[in-house]
């Protein structure tokens, strides 16, 4: 009894060790945003955060601030709505581009993995207010039966995917008008392989 509580123990910790945190180092090289964008919603600003041991990489123009990291088996963001309008991020029409330039259909926090392929509602920022969530690719949920099963997440990039990019499009809806915004990350280094 004792030896399989250690056991167990000894399983979570290992797989906690796996899952959480940043296990990629990596860059937000460019956002793609629609054309005539530079008139309409300004000039677009890149750079680094440090956050406790986490390195975030922030975008920033007229209509929104952005902050993005990557961990083991997702994309985290927050995004702040700079408009006087509410913001609508579709999710429905968001992917992720993996590594191998595949177009992968995302979910994000709130949405129960066995609903990951169902249409998600979009998430309204208003004005001033900022979000926080994340990305996950949902081909990379699956359920495990067995003892030890359930419901798995896979590792976001390959043990190979250093010099590798990945993107994301997400489509950013003010008013009526739906802003298609590409963010492109370089992996630098995979951290944990």
């Known amino acids: ?15 906690g060790c796996v899952a959480y945190g940043p296990q990629y180092k990596m860059s937000l090289t460019g956002v ?14 890149i750079s680094n955060i440090k956050d406790k041991d ?3 990489y922030t975008f920033e123009d007229d209509l929104i601030y952005s902050e993005w990291y990557l961990s083991y088996d997702s994309v985290h963001f927050s995004m702040k709505n700079k408009t006087k309008h509410s913001i609508k ?11 191998f330039g595949g177009s992968q259909m995302i979910m994000h926090s709130g949405i129960k993995y066995t609903n990951r ?15 926080s969530d ?17 419901w798995q997440t896979g590792r ?8 590798k990019t990945i993107q994301i499009l997400l489509p950013i809806k003010i008013e009526n008008t739906v802003n298609e915004y ?12």
């Open 89 to 99: 991020l579709m999710w429905d029409e968001a992917v992720l581009v993996d590594e």
């Open 54 to 56: 986490v390195t975030k």
């Open 1 to 15: 009894m004792i030896k399989s509580i250690l056991i167990s123990g000894l399983i979570l910790l290992i797989s």
């Open 117 to 131: 392929s169902d249409s998600q509602s979009p998430s309204i920022i208003v004005r001033g207010a900022t979000i």
């Open 182 to 193: 590409i963010f492109k990350f370089k992996v630098k280094e995979v951290l944990k392989k």
């Open 134 to 150: 994340l990305i996950l690719p949902t081909s990379n949920v699956t359920f495990v039966s067995g003892q030890y099963g359930g």
């Open 156 to 163: 976001l990039l390959s043990k190979n995917a250093s010099g």
């Open 32 to 45: 793609e945003r629609p054309e005539n964008a530079k008139a309409r919603y300004g000039a677009i600003k």
